[in-house]
């Protein structure tokens, strides 16, 4: 839709390429911006410069950071005998709001999808392989989603691992907690049936 | 949520203060805009700054605009002898997408509402009143919100217009066209009985 402002029709496209945000959205966000005082407009730009320029890949675990080594690699009292691989920096964050994990992670950037072209040279294996190599890390969680690509990925991954001698292990599937049963489907119900333990 | 990363936090902030969207979602924008390249971020930045910069009110209609006097106001066609007034420039557009309106408009920025501390003086209503003084001006369409302060709002500009022997309307209230019947309130529904008209 042209408003035939043409800053304000920029700014309108710039926010309806973001993920999620509809040409409504877009507007609402634009109008909401074009109300903040220039300080404000100032830092939100400088915030997104910022953040591109000074933000890249931990060079140990592939994770994001403004460092040389992201904060969960450099930590002091981080377990070094486990790695969980994971598919992309927002699943390291989820496991750290469990506050349970203690271990260390790696970053894959992705998922094995023939589909769509990304093959496993397209992700951060061969960085897995070069960690495994001093014989520190003894298990490898393998924690990506519990979809077809997920589950390819980690298949793929053990298959190399196994042989080195380190234990390669999966995420646990089954009734998520506070979930109901009555809506689980066939497929989690069961492997939760197959996965059940003494209590 | 603390990623430990600065730059990142302090763009998930930023997409945190905009309306509509929470956390989760300002983590996802701000992980989004990460992945652009540097020609990509830059733009983004250089949208907010310039639709700041650039965009102020009509000094006629005080309608959003990059010129000195909006596209709308300096338009050749449009018919100079009725003014709706709305309260904000979102409205204007949903005019315009009307295809339908010919006229000018004028935008108060805002509603009275006394619980906000918001008087007749913050809103652009002098502005309106000096538009009037011309004598070209023969219908004032008072097309604010139908909500209270909307009301409020249009009853107090159509008493300041009145004298001045200039004809006040109000927009038509009634049964949302495509909608229910069943799911129509019954203060809708009864303004619509009201309102009827011959077929």
């Known amino acids: 839709m042209a408003y035939q402002i043409a800053p304000l029709d920029r700014l309108v496209e710039q926010f309806e390429r973001l993920p999620g945000i509809g040409q409504k959205s877009a507007q609402r966000l634009a109008f909401h911006v074009l109300g903040y005082s220039e300080e404000q407009a100032k830092q939100f730009a400088q915030c997104i410069l910022e953040a591109k320029e000074k933000i890249h890949r931990c060079e140990i675990c592939q994770n994001l950071t403004d460092q040389k080594v992201c904060a969960i690699c450099a930590g ?16 390291v964050m989820a496991f750290e709001r469990t506050r349970e994990y203690g271990g260390l992670y790696h970053v894959l950037h992705g998922l094995i999808s023939p589909m769509d072209g990304v093959g496993p040279d397209s992700l951060c294996i061969k960085e897995l392989l070069m960690r495994l190599n001093d014989g520190e890390v003894t298990e490898v969680i393998m924690a990506t989603n519990p979809t077809v690509e997920g589950e390819a990925t980690s298949m793929y991954i053990s298959r190399l691992i196994k042989p080195m001698g ?34």
Chains 1, 2 share one sequence.
């Open 76 to 91: 002091p009292k981080r377990d070094r005998s486990t790695i969980c691989v994971v598919q992309d920096p927002k699943d």
């Open 166 to 199: 380190i234990r390669v292990t999966r995420l646990a599937y089954g009734i998520p907690v506070g979930g109901n049963l009555e809506y689980a489907d066939e497929v989690t119900l069961y492997r939760s049936l197959l996965g059940r333990n003494e209590i």
